[in-house]
């Protein structure tokens, strides 16, 4: 090693050595150690036993378990793509050089600021069976009393309602798309207009191809996202009714702190890094055949 | 795209109608929290917040109007008779329909006995009241914990009372004194102030000291990561970016054994502190940017004798305003969201963030408060959409890097 780089490398090291320290303490250690709680048993207030992969075991046996699984893919896999349309959607409208684009787009865009908490409570109002006025306004719609979705209080109806709210939120991936579309270039839209495309045609071969990339990186944003929800069951349904909606999160919350079974929390977080890996890769897997990046 | 005019009238139509979806739910947030409480649970329900007036004792206030009387009525002083533990009768002034009043004696249903539901009772007769008259009483802007005299009240015609279109600002005032006083001193000098206003004073402490804690540290890092050439900075720089990967929960568990053994858990450290040792997703951000400014003006200043830590801190980050103000903005409006951490470490009220403490009130109060709750919660999106409203195009450009640069 020469002086300069000996220089260089202690200089580096220095420079990011607030990050090491806190990767170490806030990041390494926790992640080593949830690993090795979650072979214990371990109630918070004794030190951890070791009972090797039996916490594994009673997951695979837990039906809350599987049911929270189970709500949390039934939320992904429909609102995951209904959100992804209506951006997609959003997007290529305001992409079209229409007046007053900055204004439509912050609109589009206030809601995903909202804080989670007075977004759960705001919508617990919207969706309230008697005195919502979502339901109030699908009365004046047409829609009969009697027929009215109860919402958070049918078991039927509560995760559509979160779903709903969910797509209120769906100004960011907007935000997102938006920079995309605007990154392609002006040529290849030329091209297409001098061969006669219709617009139908440049947006399945020059928009969604060149946007891919960006498509894929918020499917992935959005299945890390679904699968810690935590707040919006938390405070609008305490998981219910019954468990329609008890998430992976808010179900791994509650065994870890109201039950006080680290361990088997710890063996669910796992699990669930397991799952978002898993997935993830999927995702690039199947991608790296329709996702298009330039260069 | 340039589009023809008939195309560019549907697309405004379309985006039109979603603004106003869009919108909506703000718009009721803002309705609610100004509508008096006896308005909130109408059906159909009402647009607008409206106060009624009526003369109570010769002054003009403002009242809550109960529903029609069916039937002509009198109001009376009956004497009631008193309850095992009472001392003697007492008078106590009546609406009742006309005709359970005859010589001087009311027909008084007793709410707490269970037999004998109705008594007679000697009364005094104050006026009559004809039907459809409306029984108003004086709208006392206090809580139910306040000390005060009860309500005025009467019965007047309905031509008597107007109705005004007028917001009920009180009820901002309600909101943030409904959660309680807190009591404390600070330098000696003792305080009182509502909780709300403490939950604000913590919220602005997390953040602040958070942004001040990650924009530094980030920056830092990424220095480190983007300007200076070592071996092994590669394989750390995506050991770095993988932890992003990693939820929340997976650390949760251990995270909080830490806090508890370094004596945190309760206070509001575990959510600020760790912002002093960088965050990986702030340091990428961060790196992306330093990577473009040009190493003529580092090289020209380390000829100059310039210390690597004086290059980062005259030339870097004075060029990088830009980026740091993304990663502030990033990191506040994060803290102000921020639900779980608090919920996690937090243990008394008086370190309450406003999440937890909005989230508390409405476990305690949900399902009748709401337009405390809507006030409440409009006080707590407001500072944000202001904030948005000034940082606008920092913002916009931060979430656009954030999507391209994967």
Same mark, same amino acid.
């Given at each position: 090693?020469?002086?300069?780089?000996?220089?260089?490398?202690?200089?580096?090291?220095?420079?990011?050595?607030?990050?090491?320290?806190?990767?170490?303490?806030?990041?390494?250690?926790?992640?080593?150690?949830?690993?090795?709680?979650?072979?214990?048993?371990?109630?918070?207030?004794?030190?951890?036993?070791?009972?090797?992969?039996?916490?594994?075991?009673?997951?695979?046996?837990?039906?809350?378990?599987?049911?929270?699984?189970?709500?949390?893919?039934?939320?992904?896999?429909?609102?995951?793509?209904?959100?992804?349309?209506?951006?997609?959607?959003?997007?290529?409208?305001?992409?079209?050089?229409?007046?007053?684009?900055?204004?439509?787009?912050?609109?589009?865009?206030?809601?995903?600021?909202?804080?989670?908490?007075?977004?759960?409570?705001?919508?617990?109002?919207?969706?309230?069976?008697?005195?919502?006025?979502?339901?109030?306004?699908?009365?004046?719609?047409?829609?009969?009393?009697?027929?009215?979705?109860?919402?958070?209080?049918?078991?039927?109806?509560?995760?559509?309602?979160?779903?709903?709210?969910?797509?209120?939120?769906?100004?960011?991936?907007?935000?997102?798309?938006?920079?995309?579309?605007?990154?392609?270039?002006?040529?290849?839209?030329?091209?297409?207009?001098?061969?006669?495309?219709?617009?139908?045609?440049?947006?399945?071969?020059?928009?969604?191809?060149?946007?891919?990339?960006?498509?894929?990186?918020?499917?992935?944003?959005?299945?890390?996202?679904?699968?810690?929800?935590?707040?919006?069951?938390?405070?609008?349904?305490?998981?219910?009714?019954?468990?329609?909606?008890?998430?992976?999160?808010?179900?791994?919350?509650?065994?870890?702190?109201?039950?006080?079974?680290?361990?088997?929390?710890?063996?669910?977080?796992?699990?669930?890094?397991?799952?978002?890996?898993?997935?993830?890769?999927?995702?690039?897997?199947?991608?790296?055949?329709?996702?298009?990046?330039?260069? | 795209?340039?589009?023809?005019?008939?195309?560019?009238?549907?697309?405004?139509?379309?985006?039109?109608?979603?603004?106003?979806?869009?919108?909506?739910?703000?718009?009721?947030?803002?309705?609610?929290?100004?509508?008096?409480?006896?308005?909130?649970?109408?059906?159909?329900?009402?647009?607008?917040?409206?106060?009624?007036?009526?003369?109570?004792?010769?002054?003009?206030?403002?009242?809550?109007?109960?529903?029609?009387?069916?039937?002509?009525?009198?109001?009376?002083?009956?004497?009631?008779?008193?309850?095992?533990?009472?001392?003697?009768?007492?008078?106590?002034?009546?609406?009742?329909?006309?005709?359970?009043?005859?010589?001087?004696?009311?027909?008084?249903?007793?709410?707490?006995?269970?037999?004998?539901?109705?008594?007679?009772?000697?009364?005094?007769?104050?006026?009559?009241?004809?039907?459809?008259?409306?029984?108003?009483?004086?709208?006392?802007?206090?809580?139910?914990?306040?000390?005060?005299?009860?309500?005025?009240?009467?019965?007047?015609?309905?031509?008597?009372?107007?109705?005004?279109?007028?917001?009920?600002?009180?009820?901002?005032?309600?909101?943030?004194?409904?959660?309680?006083?807190?009591?404390?001193?600070?330098?000696?000098?003792?305080?009182?102030?509502?909780?709300?206003?403490?939950?604000?004073?913590?919220?602005?402490?997390?953040?602040?000291?958070?942004?001040?804690?990650?924009?530094?540290?980030?920056?830092?890092?990424?220095?480190?990561?983007?300007?200076?050439?070592?071996?092994?900075?590669?394989?750390?720089?995506?050991?770095?970016?993988?932890?992003?990967?990693?939820?929340?929960?997976?650390?949760?568990?251990?995270?909080?054994?830490?806090?508890?053994?370094?004596?945190?858990?309760?206070?509001?450290?575990?959510?600020?502190?760790?912002?002093?040792?960088?965050?990986?997703?702030?340091? =990428? /951000?961060? &790196? %992306?940017?330093?990577? $473009?400014?040009?190493?003529? +003006?580092?090289?020209?200043?380390?000829?100059? *004798?310039? #210390?690597?830590?004086?290059?980062?801190?005259?030339?870097?980050?004075?060029?990088?305003?830009?980026?740091?103000?993304?990663?502030?903005?990033?990191?506040?409006?994060?803290?102000?969201?921020?639900?779980?951490?608090?919920?996690? =470490? /937090?243990? &008394? %009220?008086?370190?309450? $963030?406003?999440?937890?403490? +909005?989230?508390?009130?409405?476990?305690?109060? *949900?399902? #009748?408060?709401?337009?405390?709750?809507?006030?409440?919660?409009?006080?707590?999106?407001?500072?944000?959409?202001?904030?948005?409203?000034?940082?606008?195009?920092?913002?916009?450009?931060?979430?656009?890097?954030?999507?391209?640069?994967?």
């Amino acid at each position: 090693m020469t002086p300069n780089e000996r220089r260089n490398l202690r200089n580096g090291l220095l420079f990011i050595s607030p990050w090491i320290l806190g990767f170490c303490v806030f990041m390494l250690y926790p992640i080593a150690a949830s690993l090795f709680f979650s072979f214990c048993d371990y109630p918070m207030t004794l030190p951890p036993l070791w009972v090797g992969v039996e916490n594994y075991v009673d997951m695979a046996c837990d039906k809350v378990f599987w049911v929270s699984l189970g709500n949390t893919a039934y939320y992904a896999v429909i609102a995951l793509p209904l959100g992804m349309l209506l951006a997609i959607g959003l997007a290529l409208l305001l992409n079209t050089k229409v007046r007053g684009m900055a204004f439509y787009r912050t609109i589009f865009f206030l809601p995903s600021i909202v804080p989670v908490v007075a977004m759960a409570i705001l919508w617990l109002w919207i969706l309230n069976a008697r005195y919502g006025v979502l339901n109030y306004s699908l009365t004046c719609v047409g829609i009969p009393a009697k027929s009215l979705p109860p919402w958070l209080q049918s078991e039927q109806w509560a995760m559509p309602a979160l779903i709903l709210m969910g797509l209120w939120g769906v100004g960011y991936s907007v935000v997102i798309y938006l920079a995309g579309l605007q990154d392609i270039p002006n040529h290849l839209y030329e091209s297409a207009d001098i061969d006669g495309a219709n617009w139908w045609q440049k947006t399945v071969h020059i928009t969604l191809p060149m946007l891919s990339p960006t498509l894929y990186f918020t499917l992935i944003m959005g299945i890390i996202g679904t699968f810690q929800i935590f707040a919006a069951p938390y405070i609008m349904t305490e998981g219910g009714p019954g468990r329609a909606t008890h998430f992976y999160s808010y179900y791994l919350y509650n065994v870890a702190f109201q039950d006080l079974r680290m361990g088997f929390a710890c063996a669910m977080a796992w699990v669930l890094f397991l799952i978002i890996l898993g997935l993830t890769l999927l995702a690039t897997k199947l991608s790296a055949r329709h996702v298009h990046y330039e260069r | 795209m340039k589009l023809s005019t008939p195309k560019r009238i549907a697309v405004h139509a379309i985006l039109i109608v979603g603004s106003c979806i869009f919108i909506f739910p703000f718009l009721w947030l803002i309705i609610t929290s100004l509508k008096p409480v006896e308005q909130i649970m109408q059906m159909p329900p009402d647009w607008l917040p409206r106060a009624h007036y009526a003369t109570l004792g010769g002054e003009r206030v403002k009242v809550v109007k109960e529903p029609p009387l069916a039937e002509p009525s009198v109001i009376v002083v009956a004497v009631i008779p008193p309850r095992p533990g009472e001392d003697g009768p007492r008078n106590e002034r009546k609406v009742l329909p006309a005709k359970s009043f005859r010589n001087g004696l009311a027909e008084i249903k007793l709410a707490e006995t269970r037999e004998a539901a109705t008594i007679r009772v000697p009364a005094t007769l104050e006026k009559h009241v004809p039907e459809a008259w409306v029984l108003v009483r004086e709208k006392l802007e206090r809580l139910p914990t306040d000390p005060g005299p009860p309500p005025r009240w009467d019965c007047v015609g309905p031509d008597q009372i107007e109705t005004r279109i007028e917001p009920a600002w009180w009820n901002y005032r309600g909101a943030i004194r409904y959660t309680g006083y807190y009591e404390g001193s600070f330098l000696g000098l003792s305080y009182r102030l509502p909780m709300f206003v403490i939950y604000l004073r913590n919220t602005l402490i997390v953040a602040v000291f958070g942004v001040i804690g990650t924009t530094l540290s980030s920056a830092l890092a990424a220095y480190g990561f983007a300007r200076i050439s070592w071996r092994g900075r590669d394989a750390l720089f995506l050991v770095a970016l993988s932890t992003m990967m990693v939820p929340f929960t997976v650390t949760m568990v251990p995270l909080y054994g830490v806090f508890k053994a370094l004596g945190w858990v309760g206070t509001l450290k575990p959510l600020w502190v760790p912002a002093f040792f960088g965050s990986a997703f702030n340091i =990428f /951000l961060l &790196r %992306q940017f330093f990577r $473009t400014i040009p190493h003529d +003006l580092s090289d020209a200043a380390r000829i100059d *004798g310039c #210390s690597e830590f004086a290059i980062f801190w005259r030339i870097i980050l004075p060029l990088s305003k830009p980026a740091l103000a993304v990663v502030a903005l990033f990191h506040f409006m994060w803290a102000w969201n921020d639900f779980m951490g608090p919920l996690l =470490f /937090l243990t &008394r %009220q008086e370190t309450f $963030t406003l999440s937890l403490g +909005l989230q508390n009130y409405q476990s305690q109060h *949900g399902g #009748s408060e709401w337009h405390f709750l809507m006030a409440a919660s409009t006080l707590m999106i407001l500072p944000i959409v202001v904030l948005f409203f000034f940082t606008q195009r920092t913002f916009i450009q931060g979430i656009s890097t954030t999507g391209m640069k994967n």
